[in-house]
């Protein structure tokens, strides 16, 4: 899934968040990139993607979870979840997967603020021409 060519970009939202579309306007201008973007509102990931996510971001199952989303702070904050558990329970409720999150051959990272997209087009630009 996380197989990307040299300008493709893999762009994970929740078009339900206001600040995911707006973050995907921005994405959609970056230069000289293909964007492959994947609504998780309307599309289910396995838990296979999911794993392949965490490790291309390097981060935990945990750490995926929106922290402040009220799924996370109703069902897994405080108590303690098996990473198996929390996968089938982020699989499940993929409105609580912190989004958006940009990919690309170089990096991936999650990004905080919608014009963070324009920051990383820059670092993306500053890698190609080095």
């Given at each position: ?9 893999k762009f ?91 990919i690309s ?26």
């Amino acid at each position: 899934m996380f197989e990307l060519g040299k300008n493709e970009i893999k762009f994970l939202y929740n078009s339900k968040k206001l600040e995911d579309k707006e973050a995907y306007a921005y994405a959609l201008t970056l230069h000289k990139h293909v964007i492959n973007e994947l609504d998780i509102s309307k599309n289910d990931m396995t838990p296979t993607q999911v794993s392949e996510l965490a490790n291309k971001l390097n981060k935990r199952i945990i750490d995926l979870f929106d922290k402040d989303s009220e799924y996370f702070k109703d069902q897994i904050q405080g108590k303690n979840i098996v990473e198996s558990d929390l996968l089938t329970l982020l699989i499940k409720e993929k409105s609580a997967l912190k989004t958006p999150i940009l990919i690309s051959e170089e990096k991936a990272e999650v990004l905080e603020y919608p014009r963070d997209t324009i920051k990383i087009d820059m670092v993306f630009n500053a890698i190609k021409e080095d």
